[in-house]
C-alpha cells in the first residue's frame, strides 16, 4: 500500500513539474503563414492542382505511346483516346482546383 501512495506521488510530482516546464515551450507553426481552414484548404488545393497536373502530364505521354503502339486496332486506339480524353480532363481540374476552392470558400462565408 504505501509503495502505490509513494508511487502515486511521484506521478503527480512528475506532471506537476511537466506543466510547468512545457509552459515555456513555443512551438512554431509548421504550415507556414496558414491561421485559418480556409487558407489551409487553399494551400492543400495548389498542391492538388500541381500534382494531377503532372500526373495528367504523364497520363498525355502514355496516350500516345499507346497510340503509337496500337498497330491500327481499333480497341487499341479507343483505348489511347478514351486514356487522351481523362488525362486532359484531369489536367483541367487540377489547373482550376484553386478557383474551385476559392468559389467554395466564398459560398460559404
Do not use: C, H, R, W
Amino acid at each position: 500500500m504505501t509503495k502505490q501512495i509513494v508511487l502515486l506521488l511521484a506521478l503527480i510530482s512528475l506532471f506537476g513539474l511537466a506543466s510547468s516546464t512545457l509552459a515555456a515551450v513555443v512551438i512554431p507553426n509548421p504550415l507556414g503563414g496558414v491561421n485559418d481552414f480556409g487558407q489551409l484548404l487553399l494551400k492543400i488545393a495548389q498542391a492538388v492542382g500541381v500534382l494531377i497536373g503532372a500526373l495528367g502530364t504523364i497520363m498525355i505521354i502514355v496516350a500516345g505511346i499507346l497510340y503509337l503502339t496500337s498497330a491500327g486496332s481499333p480497341e487499341k486506339i479507343k483505348t489511347a483516346k478514351t486514356a487522351l480524353i481523362y488525362a486532359i480532363a484531369g489536367i483541367a481540374i487540377g489547373i482550376s482546383a484553386t478557383a474551385i476552392v476559392q468559389t467554395i470558400l466564398e459560398i460559404l462565408k
